[in-house]
């Protein structure tokens, strides 16, 4: 079975600072990991995923994750904050193999400070 | 590339009413489709899994006969929501899988409000 923990449910940061956003996952099996933004009354926007291959991964607007097996975390990351950035961000997991459904963290609301 | 477009964006309802909400792949053919409810400042809930020319798969605790969800095409699955209560107003996205490439599309969701 999958689960997905985000740690902090509002991160505030300023104009220009360095945006992380936690997320840690378990599963049985070898994860395909997602990260999406979401901003009000609107579906869901890919910003990046995990399959295989290097463990780094970079995504639009600056995003980017790096996929750490042994600390099984897919932490979202980004030098510089902008104001567009202000967001409800979601990190997902699903299964390898015979995957369906994605298995959708808490949420983080991202805001940012002028 | 890859557009799902979900449609209505809201819909205002009276209560004992149906609603149905249409979840279309635009550029790609969906073997897989996805809805999810979302409450307000909460992550999505997944409520089924549709398959193209079969029943869904609902999840734990959604009611099948009144969330009711067809997915006759590759390209199209709706979801009705059956007599609608107020307790059913929440944000409803679907979501749509590809089968070559290993993506999912979200739709813009749906804002339902029954009065």
């Known amino acids: 079975a999958q689960s997905v923990t985000q740690l902090g449910s509002h991160v505030s940061v300023s104009e220009g600072a360095l945006v992380l956003l936690r997320c840690n996952y378990s599963?049985?099996?070898?994860?395909?990991l997602f990260w999406y933004v979401q901003y009000p009354n609107q579906g869901l926007q890919l910003l990046l995923k995990?399959?295989?291959?290097?463990?780094l991964v970079k995504g639009i607007n600056g995003f980017e994750a790096e996929f750490k097996k042994s600390e099984t975390s897919f932490h979202l990351t980004k030098p510089s904050a902008h104001m567009s950035d202000a967001a409800e961000y979601f990190c997902?997991?699903?299964?390898?193999?015979?995957?369906?459904?994605?298995?959708f963290g808490t949420g983080t609301r991202l805001t940012v400070i002028p | 590339g890859a557009v799902v477009s979900q449609h209505p964006s809201w819909v205002i309802c009276k209560s004992g009413t149906s609603v149905k909400i249409e979840c279309r792949s635009l550029?790609?053919?969906?073997?897989?489709m996805f809805w999810y409810r979302q409450f307000p400042k909460q992550s999505l809930m997944l409520m089924a899994t549709?398959?193209?020319?079969?029943?869904?798969?609902?999840e734990q605790g959604v009611e099948k006969d009144k969330f009711l969800i067809n997915h006759a095409s590759l390209t199209l699955s709706t979801l009705t929501v059956t007599s609608a209560h107020p307790e059913d107003s929440s944000f409803y996205i679907c979501?749509?899988?590809?089968?070559?490439?290993?993506?999912?599309?979200f739709g813009s969701g749906t804002r339902l409000t029954v009065v």
């Open positions: 979501s749509a899988r590809r089968a070559s490439i290993y993506g999912y599309t």
């Open positions: 995990y399959t295989t291959g290097a463990t």
């Open positions: 549709s398959n193209e020319g079969s029943k869904a798969t609902y």
């Open positions: 550029d790609f053919q969906a073997t897989t």
């Open positions: 997902a997991v699903s299964e390898e193999t015979g995957a369906n459904n994605l298995f």
């Open positions: 599963s049985s099996v070898p994860p395909y």
